[in-house]
Nanobody, 127 residues
Framework: QVQLVESGGGLVQAGGSLRLSCAASGRTFSRYAMGWFRRAPGKEREFVAAISWSGGSTDYVDSVKGRFTIARDNAKNTVYLQMNSLKPEDTAVYYC????????????????????WGQGTQVTISS
């Protein structure tokens, strides 16, 4: 069992930055690929970013490439999502997720590939 707790959400103006954190507890964090997803009002949950358990591979949805950066610190059991140049369309509840992986370089972009989910943190971008 892995417990995930997100933090760092809030209200910022367009063009601003936020850093989300996801603290994991439970099983060996370093063997879990991690991902961030978001759900905007009235929309389905969508993939945002993923990182392999080694940290050596990352993946992003096209709409955040060049603006968001996913990173992890296995010593702290934490994954981060640095979000820069935020836009109103980034407004959503952001969720982190964990997927056990045997492959050090694997990233997962589909929600069904993930085993554990956090409760989410609200991000609101004002125009």
């Amino acid at each position: 069992q892995v417990q995930l707790v997100e933090s760092g959400g809030g209200l910022v103006q367009a063009g601003g930055s936020l850093r989300l954190s996801c603290a994991a507890s439970g099983r060996t964090f370093s063997r879990y690929a991690m991902g961030w997803f978001r759900r905007a009002p009235g929309k389905e949950r969508e993939f945002v970013a993923a990182i392999s358990w080694s940290g050596g591979s990352t993946d992003y949805v096209d709409s955040v490439k060049g603006r968001f950066t996913i990173a992890r610190d296995n010593a702290k059991n934490t994954v981060y999502l640095q979000m820069n140049s935020l836009k109103p369309e980034d407004t959503a509840v952001y969720y982190c997720a964990a997927a056990y992986s045997l492959a050090a370089g694997a990233t997962m972009t589909r929600s069904y590939e993930y085993d554990y989910w956090g409760q989410g943190t609200q991000v609101t971008i004002s125009s």
